[in-house]
């Protein structure tokens, strides 16, 4: 008996010692304020120091910075699960096609009175401001953007402005000919709309995503005779932007369709000074529109009111001029702000300011995410030459045209 | 009756613990699958078969079928035969024999995430050692339709064919010694006693493996996951990669389950066939 009881004393005691920890934790974390961000490739003490400046700044909150995947389809995932879940998130990176998606599920809050439509359409690039609108209300804030751009090896080719001369300063190059990413996942989708774009094709009819479309179609074509006929590589149908860029810095092309962030590290190769950042090249020659990326600052449905003011102020920050230019210097971000593209001191940004105001959108859509799914079997048929465009499209339509049937 | 009741008690913490692990989550499933469960949507309703019905119409599941099929079928194959002759050798009294069986074992032992990502750089077509020794620079193995599929396969057995080998080996260790030994003085040639004595001793042994390895085979996600991702053009996707897709990266619940189920279904046939070839191959 008397053993029992110091048996039963000792659980009761683990049992108070447990619950008094949770509920000091529990405390704890409610006055934290948890931040889910990418790695920022590269020294982390800039990015830090950009954390610590905010912490200094609002003693009252403990900062938490927790690193995610940086992938988009893996974060996309991981976001779903926690934050339909209720996981501990209170400020998160969302994808530039993510916004509509997650307004529309309710995970993000409206932040139209801390940012409104005015205030953002002043300070950011059009198209980053596009990113975040939706419905007439603002759901994030813009961080850094992101475009798909042509890369040229200068000392073989001039950078070509039409879809004619790029084949045939591929087809004259000594080195290999034109890369680009052709793998079936959410980059392919990028590089196709780029060239339908090129081919004056429209991405939306109101509110109907049209994809099988006369241009689109003569479009798909030329991407397939890419392929086909050796203007590009086989290895293009299962490249993606890291293979795109190590095929193009071991000299084996000539010209590559990536993003910027490919621009500083081919400054750290033996090609530097020998390469050209343009705008993709369109069917008559005029600015080709490059596929507009990017990253947005997002805050939880769930954050209380209290926490409110804490998480808007670290958007805020993390947003700022100053942030933003770290972020470019640093870590070769492009911003999102337009004041910035104006600064001398960074040379790299004259270069993308004409391209980033061509910047389309991937359609805006909460169901942009089953659409992409669709587009990116179909458009890798094409790609690989197993369906005709004219076919992979009509059934590319048939498909999106459903998904919508059903969400109406 | 008391030992009856007794027995029961034995049992039951073992049957709780299926329940809870295996029995509950089948059901979950099953009752996701009868509804409509979108996260964009927020929609949460009871649709009955109507995600059943659409299965049974949707070309890409039925391609995944075929898919996991043929893949199924060819991997089992090629792991059987090849850890057949894996098994002979590590059976036969070969010096260092020790060693080679832990070296047997060391694909088996790699994550399968590492080793696929191993088998993308061999296969990469500008770097890879394959694509080299192959002495086709212009093939892309994993972006072209149809050999992708295979380069999958190639992977699943490189790894796999450890497993088959071993559980082979305790096969042929089982067989009595003094069968042999009686061939032997019957003049019976090397050829023959594998026909006549090996072989079918070894079969109920062979039916185990084959049904495990299928059971695992059918499920197949991680090694194309990382190789293709389901493409070129969905050529290399499985029903797990389908379900995975569905569920987690489109959020869509209620038809994700439904594929979840259908491939559990199939699982099931293979674990009845499994079990009846082993009756047959014991008798």
């Given at each position: 008996?008397a053993?029992?009881?110091?048996?039963a004393?000792?659980?009761?005691?683990?049992?108070?010692?447990?619950s008094?920890?949770?509920?000091?934790r529990?405390l704890?974390?409610?006055?934290?304020?948890?931040?889910?961000?990418?790695?920022?490739?590269?020294?982390?003490a800039?990015?830090g120091?950009?954390l610590d400046?905010?912490?200094r700044?609002?003693?009252?909150?403990r900062?938490?910075?927790?690193?995610?995947p940086?992938?988009?389809d893996v974060?996309?995932?991981?976001?779903?699960?926690?934050?339909?879940?209720?996981g501990?998130v209170?400020?998160?990176?969302?994808?530039?096609i993510?916004?509509?998606?997650?307004?529309?599920?309710?995970?993000?809050?409206d932040?139209?009175?801390?940012f409104?439509?005015?205030?953002l359409r002043?300070d950011?690039?059009?198209?980053a401001?596009?990113?975040?609108?939706?419905?007439?209300?603002?759901?994030a804030l813009p961080w850094?953007?992101d475009?798909?751009?042509l890369?040229t090896r200068t000392?073989?080719?001039d950078?070509?402005h039409?879809?004619?001369?790029?084949v045939?300063a591929?087809r004259r190059?000594?080195?290999?000919?034109?890369?680009?990413q052709?793998?079936?996942y959410?980059?392919?989708v990028?590089?196709a709309y780029?060239v339908?774009?090129g081919?004056?094709g429209?991405?939306?009819d109101?509110?109907?995503?049209v994809?099988?479309t006369?241009?689109?179609?003569?479009a798909?074509?030329?991407l397939?005779?890419l392929?086909?006929?050796?203007?590009?590589?086989?290895?293009?149908t299962s490249a993606?932007?890291e293979?795109c860029?190590?095929t193009?810095?071991s000299?084996?092309?000539?010209l590559m369709?990536?993003?910027p962030y490919?621009?500083?590290?081919?400054?750290r190769?033996?090609?530097?000074g020998?390469?050209a950042m343009t705008?993709v090249p369109?069917r008559?020659?005029s600015?080709?529109h490059g596929?507009l990326?990017?990253?947005?600052?997002?805050?939880?449905?769930?954050?209380?009111?209290?926490?409110?003011?804490?998480?808007t102020?670290l958007?805020?920050?993390?947003?700022?001029?100053?942030?933003?230019?770290?972020?470019?210097?640093v870590?070769g971000?492009?911003?999102?702000?337009?004041?910035l593209?104006?600064n001398p001191?960074?040379?790299?940004?004259?270069?993308?300011?004409?391209?980033i105001?061509?910047?389309r959108?991937?359609?805006v859509?909460p169901?942009?995410?089953?659409?992409?799914d669709?587009?990116q079997?179909?458009?890798?048929?094409i790609v690989?030459?197993?369906?005709?465009?004219?076919?992979a499209?009509?059934r590319?339509q048939?498909?999106?045209?459903?998904?919508?049937?059903?969400?109406? | 009756?008391t030992?009856?009741r007794?027995a029961?008690?034995?049992v039951?913490?073992a049957?709780?613990a299926m329940?809870?692990v295996?029995?509950y989550?089948?059901?979950a499933?099953?009752?996701?699958?009868l509804h409509r469960?979108?996260?964009?949507?927020?929609?949460?309703r009871?649709?009955?078969?109507a995600?059943?019905?659409f299965?049974?119409r949707?070309?890409?599941?039925?391609?995944?079928l075929?898919?996991t099929?043929y893949?199924?079928?060819v991997?089992v194959?090629?792991?059987?035969?090849l850890g057949?002759?894996f098994a002979?050798?590590?059976?036969?009294?070969?010096?260092?024999?020790?060693?080679?069986?832990a070296a047997?074992?060391v694909?088996?032992?790699?994550?399968?995430?590492?080793s696929?990502?191993?088998?993308a750089?061999?296969?990469d077509?500008?770097?890879?050692?394959i694509?080299?020794?192959l002495?086709?620079?212009?093939?892309?193995?994993?972006?072209?339709p149809v050999?992708?599929?295979?380069?999958?396969?190639?992977?699943d057995?490189w790894?796999?064919?450890?497993?088959?080998?071993l559980?082979?080996l305790?096969?042929?260790?089982?067989i009595?010694?003094?069968?042999?030994?009686a061939a032997r003085v019957?003049g019976?040639?090397?050829?023959?006693?594998?026909?006549a004595i090996?072989?079918p001793?070894?079969?109920?042994?062979?039916?185990?493996?084959?049904t495990?390895r299928a059971l695992?085979a059918?499920?197949?996600?991680?090694?194309?996951?990382?190789?293709?991702?389901?493409?070129?053009?969905?050529?290399?996707?499985?029903l797990?990669?389908?379900?995975y897709k569905?569920?987690l990266r489109?959020?869509?619940?209620?038809?994700g389950?439904t594929?979840?189920v259908?491939?559990?279904?199939v699982?099931l046939v293979?674990?009845?066939?499994g079990i009846?070839?082993?009756?047959?191959?014991s008798?």
């Open positions: 008996m053993r029992l009881g110091r048996r004393a000792l659980g009761l005691g683990a049992a108070l010692a447990l008094a920890c949770r509920g000091r529990r704890r974390e409610e006055r934290s304020l948890v931040l889910l961000h990418q790695p920022l490739w590269g020294d982390v800039p990015f120091a950009l400046e905010f912490r700044a609002h003693p009252d909150v900062l938490v910075a927790r690193a995610v940086s992938a988009s974060l996309h995932q991981y976001l779903l699960t926690t934050l339909e879940g209720g501990e209170d400020v998160f990176v969302a994808d530039a993510w916004v509509p998606e997650f307004a529309r599920t309710g995970w993000i809050a932040v139209s009175a801390e409104p439509e005015r205030e002043r950011f690039v059009g198209a401001a596009d990113t975040v609108l939706f419905d007439g209300r603002t759901w850094w953007t475009v798909g751009v890369y000392d073989v080719t950078p070509p039409t879809f004619d001369g790029l045939a591929a190059s000594r080195v290999g000919g034109y890369v680009f052709g793998r079936q959410e980059g392919l990028c590089n780029e339908i774009w081919f004056g429209a991405t939306m109101g509110a109907r995503i994809v099988d006369k241009e689109a179609r003569e798909l074509s030329f397939a005779s392929v086909r006929d050796g203007v590009s590589p086989r290895a293009v993606g932007e293979e860029r190590r193009f810095e000299g084996r092309a000539a369709r990536n993003w490919a621009w500083a590290e081919l400054q190769t033996p090609l530097r020998r390469v705008a369109s008559d020659g600015a080709g596929c990326g990017g990253w947005q600052l997002a805050m939880s449905a769930r954050v209380p009111a209290w926490k409110r003011p804490f998480a102020a958007m805020r920050h993390l947003s700022s001029h100053a942030a933003q230019e770290t972020l470019a210097r870590y971000r492009p911003p999102s702000r337009r004041a593209y104006e001191a960074l040379p790299t940004l004259a270069l993308l300011a004409p391209i105001e061509h910047a959108p991937r359609p859509s169901w942009y995410p089953r659409v992409s669709v587009l079997g179909e458009l890798s048929a690989s030459g197993i369906r005709a465009p004219h076919e499209l009509s590319a048939r498909q999106i045209d459903r998904l919508a049937g059903e969400s109406a | 009756m030992t009856r007794a029961i008690g034995f039951a913490p049957l709780l329940a809870v295996a029995a989550p089948i059901v499933a099953v009752w996701l699958s469960e979108i996260l964009v949507f927020r929609d949460h009871f649709v009955g078969f995600n059943w019905s299965l049974l949707d070309g890409r599941f039925w391609a995944a075929g898919h099929t893949f199924v079928l991997a194959a090629v792991e059987l035969v057949l002759a002979m050798l590590l059976h036969g009294r070969a010096r260092g024999r020790g060693m080679l069986r047997v074992l694909p088996w032992a790699v994550p399968t995430v590492v696929a990502k191993l088998w750089w061999l296969y077509p500008n770097h890879g050692l694509t080299h020794l002495g086709v620079r212009e093939v892309n193995l994993l972006g072209t050999i992708a599929l295979h380069a999958a396969i190639v992977v057995v790894k796999t064919t450890p497993f088959v080998a559980v082979l305790a096969g042929l260790q089982s009595p010694e003094d069968v042999y030994r019957d019976a040639a090397p050829f023959q006693t594998f026909r090996t072989l001793l070894l079969l109920p042994t062979v039916a185990v493996a084959a495990f695992d059918v499920r197949v996600f991680d090694a194309i996951f990382v190789l293709t991702d389901g493409g070129p053009a969905n050529t290399t996707e499985t797990s990669i389908y379900a569905t569920m489109l959020g869509d619940f209620g038809y389950a594929l979840s259908a491939t559990f279904l699982a293979i674990a009845g066939l009846s070839a082993q009756r047959r191959a008798r």
